[in-house]
């Protein structure tokens, strides 16, 4: 999503170039600008929920933290996921 974001946003600016009109290569620098602050963003969304959850306490005692929950669910397919949270729960 970052890498086509910014793609969008360079052929937009690339055309209002091309065009050679001032108002419509202002316009699309800022759109540019937008997409690619809106690129970062989505890049770093897994690390700020994880950041943001680490302010939060780990689960009760007999429950699983949301750091567990977290770690099964970012792996790679169904099936590691189902036996991760088995083994959590052991």
Known sequence: IPIILI???????GRA???SDDKEIK????????????????????????????LFPSG???????SDCWDCRTSANETEYENCIKDKDK
């Open 7 to 13: 793609v969008m946003g360079s052929i937009d600016l």
């Open 17 to 19: 170039v091309l065009s």
């Open 27 to 54: 316009g699309a620098t800022s759109k540019l600008i937008k997409r690619a602050i809106a690129a970062v963003a989505v890049f770093f969304v897994s690390t700020i929920v994880s950041l943001l959850m680490g």
């Open 60 to 66: 009760v005692e007999g429950t699983n933290s949301w």
